[in-house]
């Protein structure tokens, strides 16, 4: 009784410094130590699909028009793959494994009996998703340089923007497990991943849907950050960098913000 009072007596973490979510972010490296093949295991998927790529089904494909020149099939998906590796990465964590914490593990309860807010576990854990992502990003992007599938020194770029990609998911991701009851509601993330990965312009041109779906594939996030990664990947930018860049930006700050009011809800309540 006497800690759930202290614990209702807390006063709102949205003012606290970020710092104090560091200490989130630390401890899943240390968990992570001993379970690095688990990081590995989920970079495979997309390295697999870019050497099936390369050495298959892309000398069947050929070329395709990009910006008003004509690149390799494998060169055109693998920004996409690039972009879907830190969606991946970043996804993972801030569903399976900040639903494991909070539902059963109880992590996070312990963790508010510091001076550790619940804004600050959001924080730390959409860090600690970006990381993974980071991973994943830096990865893939060696090997695909070492395939020749990168074609421009923008391609710099594209580690900062798998940030912003896995930005997204994490905070997005973050905020959904806050509303899931129980592990069955993970079929719905496996439900919106997968259209994802088929349907963003992953594996074809955006001209190539129906003008009746294009529409849809454009407000998805996983389209706009291909879109980007391509941009920069295949040296073809434009304005509407910008525009990927606002959306992917605007709905991961988003997701932030409701993953910390959410779990401020739920362990404070």
Not at 93 to 122: N, S
Request: aromatic share 12%.
């Amino acid at each position: 009784m006497v800690t759930s009072a202290i614990l209702v007596a807390r006063p709102p973490t949205v003012a606290r410094p970020f710092g104090r979510a560091a200490r989130m972010f630390e401890r899943n490296v240390t968990v992570y130590r001993s379970s690095w093949f688990v990081l590995v295991s989920g970079l495979l998927e997309p390295l697999l699909y870019l050497g099936s790529v390369g050495v298959g089904f892309g000398k069947l494909v050929g070329t395709l028009p990009y910006d008003g020149h004509r690149v390799g099939y494998a060169q055109f998906v693998a920004p996409a793959l690039l972009a879907t590796s830190a969606m991946n990465g970043a996804i993972v964590d801030a569903t399976f494994g900040v639903f494991h914490k909070l539902k059963h593990m109880k992590v996070y309860d312990a963790v508010l009996a510091t001076p550790v807010g619940a804004t600050d576990i959001a924080i730390g854990e959409v860090a600690w998703s970006l990381a993974r992502g980071l991973i994943y990003a830096l990865a893939f992007l060696v090997v695909a340089a070492a395939f020749g599938d990168i074609q421009s020194w923008w391609a710099l770029l594209a580690l900062p923007a798998s940030l912003l990609i896995g930005l997204c998911f994490a905070g997005v991701g973050t905020a959904a497990t806050t509303y899931m009851r129980s592990w069955q509601d993970f079929d719905l993330v496996q439900l919106a991943i997968l259209p994802l990965f088929l349907f963003s312009a992953t594996f074809y041109p955006l001209s190539t849907y129906p003008s009746g779906v294009r529409w849809g594939v454009e407000v998805t996030p996983l389209y706009h950050g291909v879109a980007l990664l391509r941009q920069l990947t295949l040296g073809g930018l434009n304005s509407s960098i910008l525009g990927h860049v606002a959306y992917l930006l605007a709905l991961g700050v988003a997701g932030v913000v409701i993953a910390g009011r959410r779990l401020e809800q739920r362990l404070l309540r």
